[in-house]
T-cell receptor, first 111, second 111 residues
């Protein structure tokens, strides 16, 4: 089955700086890669996703890049704000039906 | 429109006791999922359903059973609870689109 590795497990950045979280996947047939944000005590919520026919996708301060050859994808957050502090999970899926999640990155924005 | 709801929010069980977690969604979604979330391990899929009357095993199905008798409900059962099942349980649902919508979670402690 699919295996997703996520790094780093914790990340602290100064407010206003950029944050990058990286994930690798094992199944070359995976074609859907979402990112979920989970605030403390809350439910995970989708923030951005990308399909394998696209190399990059942006939504305001958030972007995701995908390298199919290397089987890795990354989340980029620019101009970080205190409300970006949360745990971020990447995931991969072959057909959207089932997601395999990474182990999460706890992002802390330092004011 | 309540989205995805879970009952109960918290529960404490003794080893060997049984219980059922209820997930309900009012979005007419076809797909429903049960995950468990443990520190440092991300979200792991227990069981899922692609439609009313269907169920399938996920990544960590042992010790759990599920039923989807009605489209809007997905039940997760623990027949004989073990301390290793102490976790936060999340239900999710999705339509034919990509995004999974999560419930608020159930925190279960098995003593």
């Amino acid at each position: 089955g699919e295996n997703v590795e996520q790094h780093p497990s914790t990340l602290s950045v100064q407010e206003g700086d950029s944050a990058v979280i990286k994930c690798t996947y094992s199944d070359s047939a995976s074609n859907y890669f979402p990112w979920y944000k989970q605030e403390l005590g809350k439910r995970p919520q989708l923030i951005i996703d990308i399909r394998s026919n696209v190399g990059e996708k942006k939504d305001q301060r958030i972007a995701v890049t995908l390298n199919k050859t290397a089987k890795h994808f990354s989340l980029h957050i620019t101009e970080t704000q205190p409300e970006d502090s949360a745990v971020y999970f990447c995931a991969a899926s072959r057909n959207v039906e089932k997601l395999t999640f990474g182990t999460g990155t706890r992002l802390t924005i330092i004011p | 429109n309540a989205g995805v709801t879970q009952t109960p929010k918290f529960r404490v069980l003794k080893t060997g006791q049984s219980m059922t977690l209820l997930c309900a969604q009012d979005m007419n979604h076809e797909y429903m999922y049960w995950y468990r979330q443990d520190p440092g391990m991300g979200l792991r899929l227990i069981h899922y359903s692609v439609g009313e009357g269907t169920t399938a095993k996920g990544e960590v199905p042992d010790g759990y059973n599920v039923s989807r008798l009605k489209k809007q409900n997905f039940l997760l059962g623990l027949e004989s609870a073990a301390p290793s099942q102490t976790s936060v349980y999340f239900c999710a649902s999705r339509s034919l689109g990509d995004e999974q919508f999560f419930g608020p979670g159930t925190r279960l402690t098995v003593l």
